[in-house]
């Protein structure tokens, strides 16, 4: 099949899960373009079945907002045409899937028909897309989507509570590549970041509010008390000064070590012993995800779709938003002992397992099947 794929070129997220999407389709012959503003940041490789077309939005002194969807859905209608592209798949509805609609009315004006495949990712729904500016424009992309697919079941029901959903939804969960993970750690690189004897703990976000920041350090303050440790933050966001201003306070500067967006994210998860995710809300939690594929267990909190993800008391633990005292416990519990720390990595690695690659990419294949029969 031709895909066009629309997603945010970000570090993490939606952006991560629609770019390995695309790569692992290409593998599995597809052709594949990729629709942005920027080149997605995990997309090393062009390889002949994969084509980035970069949305440009000239500037102009009037307008106070630049039109980008207007750019998008203009772009999405060139491409298709020039590329016979016949399925889209947009990642996070605002404003992509409202662009891709747009696109799809055009197409048809010439007698194209492009099916629309919207994948809801959890802060388009849960946090921006409900707000009641966006509520009516981001019910009606999704009900004019010929599929939709939500990232977790937690989602689905967060959608179907929150808008006038006429739409099925299928749940796809993240993925993971289990193949690129060997867990071949190098001592002397992990010595880079700590004694061969001090636990290394580790957060990875876009460290927004809803990522509770605050509670990272505060549980990393308990842990640091009982047990050598050292904290490894990485990701870029708002919330980074009020995190290095907090370690600072509690004299933590020498055991917390912020490393701000990275390509080897990997690489320090393979260093690492423990994952710290203690979100307000968070529809799936790839971070965590890629932290039990790497083999660490993860203390999270156990909001929106992190249950169907990190297992109580098998590859980690969870508590209710906000509970540093009983994360702290559960994490110096994991870390105490090699025993019991080897027994949670082992677990970690096993449940990331459920979600590999191969089990999931081919539920998006037949949603487009579904798709293109739709229309
Ligand atoms: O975590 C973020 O804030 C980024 C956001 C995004 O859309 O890029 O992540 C959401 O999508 C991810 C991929 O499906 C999920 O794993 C995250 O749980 C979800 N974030 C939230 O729900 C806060």
Redesign the pocket.
Known sequence: MKIGIVC?P?F??????ATELGMALSRRGHEIHFITYKQPVRLEQLSHNIHFHEVNVPEYPLFHYQPYELALSSKLVDMVKLHKIEVLHVH?AIPHAYAGYMAKKMLEEEGIYLPMVTTL????I??VGNHPFYKPAVTFSINSSDVVTS?SQS?KADTLRLFNVKREIDVVP?FIDTTKYTQSISNCQRSMLAQSDERIITHV??L?K??RVRDVIMIFYEIQKNLKSKLIMVGQGPEREMAEELVQELVLEDKVLFLGESHEIDQVLSYSDLFLLP?E???????ALEAMVNGVPVISTNT??LPEVNKQGFSGYLSDVGEVSEMAANAIHILQDDATLKRFKENARKQAFIFDVYSVVPLYENLYLKALDIT
Not at 121 to 124: A, E, L, P, Y
């Open positions: 945010y970000t993490g997220g939606s952006g991560v899960v996070y990712h959890g802060t388009d849960t946090l990232v989602l993240n976000s876009n927004r809803v990522k979100s809300k968070e529809s799936f939690g790839l971070a929106g779709g």
